[in-house]
């Protein structure tokens, strides 16, 4: 029974450990049976440690949960070190002030808690409950994003690291007294503390991260509308020529008609048949139509071919200026792409909006020169002069369908990026 006892707490802890790494190590999305199979793995090398005997190899099991973040991670590496070495603290932390709690209590010893009595049964179940309560407590802080630069987070993960060679300084004061070590408990509360406010400063340092780049994304709108001044003006001006043009079309076919003569209302026709100047795009969503006729005068400008495939606008899956902003950004950087490719053959851009049922969806492909896409983690990055506004479009675009409850997905293959939208339509 003593062996079923350990090897259930084993798994405990070990699922406290994959809990806390998920909670706040940001982890790609992966199937529940992944993190059923690292319990397993971290129950067994804890397992491992405890048949050594060796109290400051306790720690080595944390490796585990380490390395199964860095794998999934889907921000930086530095932060799922960050909260490992938090998971270090919580463990080393909590096994000094409770054994020295129990043993001001019960007068017990260190040695007297790893043989197999009821003091320990007392020692496992206090400590794990401290477990319970430090690791849900601190894995429901914060919003569990990571956007501080790695020199920051650098700073704080050093920090930590300090405290946690205090905390475990404490620890092997403990273990090697048998006597009641108040000095080491009352350190441990102490490591405990500084470990806590380091938490909230560094929650705060990416709160007020967030702030700052949510004021990029807004500058990077106001200039994304300056830039556009000029294509609005082109817009204007190819509509005025447009009028222009049909006025004449009407006069010439009401002077053919007048004619009457026997070819008269076919030659009428004709001329009033050509529309090739009426090349405005019309979806049902006035604002869009603004933006493809923009980007599509860029495209020409360029010497890139634009295929646009529509469905009725009536109903937008978004806000009109959120859906007016992603699908800007959309176009902005395909068009970025090509125009970074050299000596290119292939210069197209395909967009595609469809619906079907509740779900919008938009596909956009152009061709690319794959050298010259650069990724950090899981964001794109472009070769935007402005350097605040480096990944910011793809940032924003994924913002933008995250908030919306969709789904946004990038690819690189075959010479072209694409772009694939998912969103719920609301009835």
Known sequence: MWLVFEIGVNLYQALLMIYFVNKRCHLKEHPLLLDGVMVVVTALAICGTNALNAPLLDNAVLLVPLGYSLWMRKSKGLAAVFWCIVLCVIFTVDATITSGAITLITGSSWEYMLRQNDIRVLYIITANLVHTLMIVGIGNIGSGRHILSGGTTLCFLLSLAVQFAVAACFFCIRVANSAITPAATYGSIGSLASMILTILFYEMMIRQAEKQRRLEYDIQTTQMISD????????????????????????????????????????????????????????????????????????????????????????????????????????????????????????????????????????????????????????????????????????????????????????????????????????
């Open 228 to 427: 556009h001044q000029d294509e609005i003006k082109e817009i204007y001006s190819n509509m005025l020529s447009t009028q222009h043009d049909l006025r004449h079309r009407i006069t010439v076919a009401e002077k053919i008609l007048a004619e009457e003569g026997k070819d008269a209302p076919k030659a009428a026709m004709d001329l009033l048949k050509d529309t090739t100047v009426l090349n405005e795009f019309i979806t049902g969503n006035v604002a869009v139509d603004a933006v493809l006729a923009a980007k599509a005068a860029v495209m020409k400008k360029a010497e890139i071919q634009f295929v646009f495939n529509s469905c009725p606008l009536n109903q937008l899956p978004l806000p009109e200026r959120q859906f007016v902003i992603m699908l800007s950004n959309m176009l902005d950087n395909a068009i970025e792409g090509i125009m970074r490719m050299k000596n290119a053959s292939a210069r197209e851009v395909a967009l595609s909006f469809s619906r079907n049922w509740d779900i919008f969806s938009i596909v956009c492909v152009n061709d690319v020169d794959p050298r010259t896409v650069v990724r950090r983690d899981d964001t794109f990055l472009s070769a935007k002069e402005q350097r605040f506004a480096h990944g910011y479009g793809t940032e924003n675009m994924k913002r933008i369908v995250e908030e919306a409850g969709g789904l946004i997905d990038y690819a690189v293959g075959n010479h072209k990026f694409s772009v694939k939208v998912l969103l719920p339509v609301e009835e």
